[in-house]
Nanobody
Framework: QVQLVESGGGLVQPGGSLRLSCAAS????????IGWFRQAPGKEREGVSC???????YYADSVKGRFTISRDNAKNTVYLQMNSLKPEDTAVYYC??????????????????WGQGTQVTVSS
């Protein structure tokens, strides 16, 4: 059974840090492009950061220099390190996996598999 499970969300003050984890089961993550997406109340889902099977990365302009995506193939897990968090980063964060497809941009939905999401709240 294919499954993606996110963890690491929570409440943090502005300027703080969180590390999200996305653990995969039922398939091997390094065969897939992996993305972190987020959706805030009343807003559309957006691609935050993605990593390809070749380890090329994408970051949304709003998180460049603050977020870092990485993968640990031995643990079949992808991480999103989030530093200098801002209130506007508040959202449900989703991990997703996509088997590489020709002519498909890296961090654009739809993706093949999705996790259930983890809430990140940045507030004082």
């Amino acid at each position: 059974q294919v499954q993606l499970v996110e963890s690491g969300g929570g409440l943090v003050q502005p300027g703080g840090s969180l590390r999200l984890s996305c653990a995969a089961s039922g398939f091997t993550l390094d065969h897939y492009n992996i993305g972190w997406f987020r959706q805030a109340p009343g807003k559309e889902r957006e691609g935050v950061s993605c990593i390809s099977i070749y380890d090329s990365t994408y970051y949304a302009d709003s998180v460049k220099g603050r977020f870092t995506i990485s993968r640990d193939n031995a643990k079949n897990t992808v991480y999103l390190q989030m530093n200098s968090l801002k209130p506007e980063d508040t959202a449900v964060y989703y991990c997703a996996a996509d088997f590489p497809k020709a002519d498909k941009r890296l961090c654009v939905a739809p993706y093949d598999y999705w996790g259930q999401g983890t809430q990140v709240t940045v507030s004082s």
